[in-house]
């Protein structure tokens, strides 16, 4: 059975800097072609992909936030770690770590963590 | 980087009837990597189709999705109460994945 859940402050400052744990169970990150993502989603609005971690420790990032986040991995601890830096009100969002697979020519968001609301305010 | 737009924005249906939600793409898109997802209020998005046509696990046949290139359509044949929820689609290139804006399905 294959479970995500997403841990980290409720409540961060601006300017501060946001780390976020994705921590996983049934299945491993480093068994080939699997991948873990974190995904927003600011409240009322749509779904935001963040960043993704692959088996093989490569690692994509959003073009428009690319300089604020680093993702990383502890396949000992099945875990998966999402920094975003600089946080500003806007960043106000539910954030999801989600697995995908790559099979093939095919890859999507197969289990998602349930989430978790992170709001930055002073 | 490829952005997909969902029309319409809301939906307004009646239990029973034919729902046909619209994903179009500011560039062809593989049909191999365009998903649709399900999300009711509180709750994480849920897969429904991958690969443009393909259901996942556990869903219902009334659900499907068609298209190709640009244009991609999730069609849900009879509308059942649990079906009445927000619909995204998405899409992965370029080694990027982006999501569309939605398509809120609502009780006419």
């Known amino acids: 059975q294959v479970t995500l859940r997403e841990s980290g402050p409720a409540l961060v400052k601006p300017t501060q800097t946001l780390t976020l744990t994705c921590t996983f169970s049934?299945?491993?990150?480093?068994?080939?072609?699997?991948?873990v993502s974190w995904i927003r989603q600011p409240p009322g609005k749509a779904l935001e992909w963040l960043a993704r971690i692959d088996w093989d420790d490569d690692k994509y990032y959003s073009t428009s936030l690319k300089t604020r986040l680093t993702i990383s991995k502890d396949t000992s601890k099945n875990q998966v770690v999402l920094t975003m830096t600089n946080m500003d009100p806007v960043d106000t969002a539910t954030y999801y770590c989600?697995?995908?697979?790559?099979?093939?020519?095919?890859?999507?968001?197969?289990?998602w963590g349930q989430g978790t609301l992170v709001t930055v305010s002073s | 980087e490829i952005v997909l737009t969902q029309s319409p924005g809301t939906l307004s249906l009646s239990p029973g009837e034919r729902a046909t939600l619209s994903c179009r793409a500011s560039?062809?898109?593989?049909?191999?990597?365009l998903a649709w997802y399900q999300q009711k209020p509180g709750q994480a998005p849920r897969l429904l189709i991958y690969?443009?046509?393909s259901r996942a696990t556990g869903i219902p046949d009334r659900f499907s999705g068609s298209g190709s290139g640009t244009d991609f359509t999730l069609t849900i044949s009879r509308l059942e109460p649990e079906d009445f929820a927000v619909y995204y689609c998405?899409?992965?290139?370029?080694?990027?994945?982006?999501f569309g804006g939605g398509t809120k399905v609502e009780i006419k």
């Open positions: 690969g443009a046509s």
């Open positions: 989600a697995r995908s697979r790559i099979e093939g020519a095919t890859i999507y968001f197969d289990y």
């Open positions: 998405q899409q992965y290139g370029s080694s990027l994945f982006t």
């Open positions: 049934g299945f491993s990150l480093s068994t080939s072609g699997m991948c």
């Open positions: 560039q062809s898109v593989s049909s191999s990597y």
